[in-house]
C-alpha cells in the first residue's frame, strides 16, 4: 500500500492525508479511485505584495492543485490532515495561507480526514470539483464501488491507528511502567514450561518481586 501511495504522489506532500487523496483520485476505478491524475502536490504559488502581508513569506505552497482535463481552470485544495495540522497554530497558519491565495483570485477548499474517510462527504468534494472545473466522473460498477470501500478501508483506517500519539496521561503511565520494571529486585525470571513436544520446552517470562526478607546463608 505504500508503495502505491508513493506512486500516486506527484511532487511531495507533507502529510498522510494529501497522499490519501491523491490515492483516491490518482488510481483507476478497479483498485478503488477515480482515475483522475491532472493534479499537483505542493504546488508552489508566488504570493503578491498584498498576500505577503498576510503570512510573512513571500510564496505558498499549496497542498493540492487541480487543473480541468483541458488544463484551462485550476482548483487548490488544502487538506487538514491530523498528524501535522493539528499542531498549534496550524490552523491558523493554513487559514491565513488560504485568505492570502484568495485575494489573488485563487479559489481554495479545505479538505479534513473526515471528509476524505466518509464515501458521502467525499462525494460531495468530487461534485464542487465537476462543478468548477468541468470533470466527468464515471459511473462505478458494483466491483468498482466495492474495490473503493476496500481501498478507503485499507487507507484511512491502517494509517490513522500509525497516525495516533498517546496522550500526555498514557505517556506518564508508560513511564512509571517501565520505571517500575527497571527497579532492584523487580526483574524477569525465565520460567521452563512443557510444550508438548518431548523433553524440549519453552521459555515463558513471568514477572518475580522481591519477598521482602533475605535467604539464610
Known amino acids: 500500500m505504500f508503495e502505491q501511495a508513493v506512486n500516486c504522489v506527484s511532487g511531495v506532500t507533507a502529510s498522510p492525508l494529501e497522499a490519501q487523496l491523491s490515492m483516491l483520485l490518482w488510481m483507476s476505478c478497479d483498485l478503488g479511485g477515480w482515475g483522475y491524475r491532472n493534479f499537483e502536490n505542493n504546488y508552489r504559488i508566488v504570493l503578491s505584495n498584498n498576500a505577503k502581508t498576510l503570512i510573512d513569506t513571500d510564496h505558498a505552497e499549496v497542498d493540492m492543485r487541480v487543473l480541468s482535463p483541458d488544463g484551462t481552470k485550476e482548483w487548490m485544495v488544502e487538506c487538514q490532515g491530523k498528524v501535522i495540522h493539528d499542531r498549534v497554530g496550524a490552523g491558523t497558519r493554513d487559514s491565513l495561507r488560504a485568505t492570502a491565495l484568495q485575494t489573488m483570485g485563487h ?7 473526515d471528509q476524505l474517510s466518509d464515501s458521502d462527504k467525499f462525494n460531495a468534494l468530487l461534485d464542487l470539483l465537476s ?13 468498482q464501488v466495492f474495490a473503493e470501500d476496500k481501498l478507503r478501508s485499507e487507507i484511512f483506517d491502517d494509517w490513522i491507528k500509525l497516525a495516533d500519539e498517546p496522550s500526555a496521561t498514557e505517556r506518564a503511565r508508560r513511564y512509571a511502567e517501565n520505571k517500575a520494571r527497571r527497579a532492584p529486585g523487580h526483574f524477569l525470571k525465565r520460567k521452563k514450561c512443557p510444550n508438548g513436544m518431548g523433553k524440549r520446552g519453552k521459555y515463558t517470562n513471568v514477572e518475580r518481586k522481591p519477598s521482602g526478607h533475605s535467604r539464610e546463608n
Do not use: F, Y
Not at 479559489?107 to 480526514?113: A, G, L, Q
Not at 462543478?131 to 466491483?143: C, G, R
Open 131 to 143: 462543478a468548477q472545473l468541468n470533470i466527468h466522473w464515471p459511473e462505478k460498477t458494483s466491483k
Open 107 to 113: 479559489s481554495v477548499t479545505m479538505v479534513t480526514s
